[in-house]
């Protein structure tokens, strides 16, 4: 085997990590993710990042730091912009600085910037270089991110239809379960799917017999829709996949609640949310609920209010 | 058409002067104190900076004062405040209050919008506009000025209260003074009142840079004062972005077709390549600009949870060991008390002191 590559498991992770396997193992490398979240990489990651960062970033820290004695290289990209004329948020772009600021003795950085604010066009480029640390074939770095993106084509397309990136990824389903209320649960990939940090949500959910609906089952054509009830353009991405599925869940009358989660000191979430429930507030009437997130949340008092949460949907239906 | 616009530190005193000569009435909020905050974070999303809580309350503030347009900036970085605007709107309706907002996007964001916003705004001024633009874009330079004249005399002084009295009495004169030819010659007095005190020439104090979020270092009320306390304590402070060089940089020069910050991004590249928004490029330039022209120290700002200068905070400490220049972080929102702040400014500057004189 080639040279191993580690992939911190955060932020963008549960979104690209097809792509990313699937273009790495093509030019020959091992890619080596890092393993779910758990107490040992949270204190890993809150005691090397900054304080007043949010949840997500402090995990990839800890990711990063628990990686990096075990691999040659690591991929930590520079998410500048993912989509014409988006930003997704100014910490994905500046996050190679930040580890490699905050983290000592780091094994070679993989920092390609990926912007396609401009033009789509401009991941060519970007792959190319990546590529280029591996080998110094252009044909071979192209059969391999076509090979990828056909990929991440179906892993879309699986998600779309309602599976979960861990059982594409990690080969472990959550049980689902198909007869109680459906639960709308809008919230960024990387605090949805990261088991740790949001309590084993899905599981608890499933566990009670509540069916779930997340924002990756919505089409990107409704998500564009829905976000054009603003008069001025919306330019995060990661805002815009929010609110368009949150409108998409408040619209649909399938859904009985929407619930969101965020990490403390998130940045358009703090915006994102409360445009969600001003404008949620003067049309729809569902039970709606914000669970903030971060390294001291408790189990029992997220139980408690996820109870409540539950117990509202039900007296509304029984009425 | 009665307009209002936002507090940002002296920005109300060309603002006003533009609209002076213009001709257009505009109301200035009562100055930010403690009770223009409280109705600010009443309403606001907790997880907010601190700038839209204060901006929010200079709105209704104005509005009780008969205001029926607000005029903000806006932009489209990844920076929350692009979004300031739609969202402070959606909350004054709420709020029960039907004001109009006007905001000035960059041209890239649609030519015809922005043409068609400035003449709303300029009163049919036509071609005498741009005239009307300068002129008060040389009060702005004026500001800064007067700004700098006071950062040198402060710690020079003995009588700290009358360099305050001074610039309180400037502070009250210049809401009634109108047009930009009466505030040009306001400021050019006070100029010169500071400059008859009586001032320790062969003093050398020590001299700190303050970097940071714009709005926070810019507007006093915001970062409680911070320039005072320190000029106050004894040494000698430069502010890093003011009004003047915000309009220069994103008004002026694209206007010349000269790229603007280009110092700044030349001196951060090392530690960011990159533009990911909001002022980090320039907030980490300025860092290495201060200890490359021999500061004793810097002192960021930013306000809670500001994402941009997250990023900046962490990589400050690799220019603090690079170059040898201790750095204060500090952190404000709307739970900032005064002793802490104070005390921490106290012994930063005792600090910087104390390691200046071991080093002469």
New interface residues.
């Given amino acids: 085997m080639g040279v191993r590559i580690g992939v911190p498991r955060g932020m963008y992770f549960y979104k690209f990590y097809p792509f990313t396997r699937r273009f790495l193992t093509e030019l020959g490398a091992e890619v080596v993710p890092s393993p779910p979240t758990n107490k040992e990489i949270l204190d890993l990651g809150s005691r090397y990042?900054?304080d007043?960062?949010c949840l997500p970033v402090k995990v990839y820290h800890g990711h990063a730091e628990y990686l990096k004695d075990k691999v040659d290289y690591m991929l930590i990209p520079?998410l500048?912009s993912i989509s014409p004329?988006e930003?997704?948020?100014?910490?994905f772009?500046?996050l190679p600085?930040?580890v490699k600021?905050?983290i000592d003795k780091l094994p070679k950085l993989i920092d390609v910037?990926i912007?396609m604010y401009k033009t789509r066009r401009n991941l060519i480029n970007s792959l190319l270089k990546a590529g280029s640390m591996l080998t110094k074939n252009p044909y071979r770095i192209k059969r391999a991110a076509d090979k990828a993106a056909k990929e991440q084509i179906m892993y879309n397309n699986d998600l779309l239809k309602g599976d979960l990136p861990c059982k594409y990824i990690d080969n472990a389903d959550v049980q689902r379960c198909n007869t109680g209320p459906l639960v709308g649960i809008a919230a960024h990939p990387y605090l949805l799917y990261d088991n740790f940090i949001n309590m084993n949500l899905l599981e608890k959910l499933s566990s009670r017999g509540i069916k779930f609906f997340v924002p990756e089952m919505v089409e990107k054509s409704v998500i564009e829709e829905k976000c054009k009830i603003?008069?001025?353009?919306m330019?995060?991405s990661s805002s815009k996949e929010l609110i368009g599925s949150a409108l998409y869940m408040m619209e649909n009358d399938k859904i009985d609640g929407i619930m969101m989660l965020?990490s403390?000191?998130?940045?358009?979430?703090?915006?994102s949310?409360?445009?969600i429930q001003?404008?949620g507030r003067r049309k729809y009437n569902k039970p709606f609920m914000v669970m903030t997130l971060d390294e001291h949340t408790g189990d029992a008092n997220f139980n408690t209010r996820l109870e409540a949460f539950l117990d509202l949907i039900d007296r509304r239906q029984a009425n | 058409m009665r307009l209002t616009y936002p507090h940002m530190g002296e920005a109300y005193i060309a603002v006003k002067a533009l609209f002076d000569d213009l001709g257009i009435e505009s109301i200035i909020p009562p100055y930010s104190t403690e009770n223009t905050l409280r109705i600010g974070v009443k309403e606001c999303p907790e997880g907010i900076c601190l700038p839209f809580k204060i901006m929010l309350g200079n709105y209704v503030k104005s509005i009780e004062d008969g205001a029926d347009t607000i005029v903000i900036t806006g932009s489209c970085g990844p920076c929350r405040f692009g979004y300031y605007g739609p969202l402070q709107k959606l909350i004054l309706e709420d709020m029960g209050y039907n004001v109009d907002m006007i905001i000035l996007d960059p041209l890239k964001e649609g030519i015809g919008k922005f043409i068609n916003n400035i003449r709303r705004l300029s009163n049919g001024a036509g071609f005498k506009a741009y005239k009307v633009f300068m002129d008060a874009y040389r009060v702005c330079e004026k500001i800064d000025e007067l700004n700098q004249v006071q950062y040198f005399v402060r710690p020079r002084t003995k009588d700290k209260a009358r360099v305050n009295s001074i610039m309180h009495e400037f502070k009250s004169k210049v809401l009634s003074a109108k047009g930009s030819k009466e505030i040009s010659d306001l400021i050019d007095t006070t100029k010169n009142q500071l400059l008859a005190l009586d001032i320790d020439m062969d003093m050398n104090p020590i001299k700190i840079g303050i970097i940071g979020e714009i709005y926070t270092i810019i507007d006093p009320f915001s970062n409680l004062n911070a320039e005072e306390r320190l000029g106050d304590m004894g040494a000698e402070v430069h502010r890093s972005m003011t009004v003047k060089d915000w309009a220069e940089n994103n008004l002026v020069k694209p206007l010349r077709r000269q790229k603007p910050y280009e110092l700044e991004i030349k001196l951060s590249k090392p530690y960011l390549p990159v533009l990911i928004g909001g002022h980090t490029q320039q907030c980490l330039g300025h860092a290495v600009n201060y200890a490359l022209s021999g500061y004793d120290g810097l002192v960021q700002i930013y306000p809670m949870g500001c994402m941009p200068e997250i990023v900046s905070r962490s990589i400050l400490p690799q220019i603090e060991k690079d170059y040898d220049i201790p750095i204060l972080y500090l952190i404000v929102d709307e739970q900032t008390g005064e002793a802490g702040y104070q005390t921490r400014l106290e012994a930063f500057y005792d600090y910087v002191q104390t390691r200046k004189k071991k080093r002469s």
């Fill in positions: 990042c900054i007043d960062a520079r500048t004329r930003y997704i948020c100014p910490k772009g500046g600085e930040m600021y905050s910037e912007n603003f008069e001025k353009r330019f995060w965020t403390f000191g998130c940045g358009i979430d703090s915006l949310i409360e445009l001003r404008l």
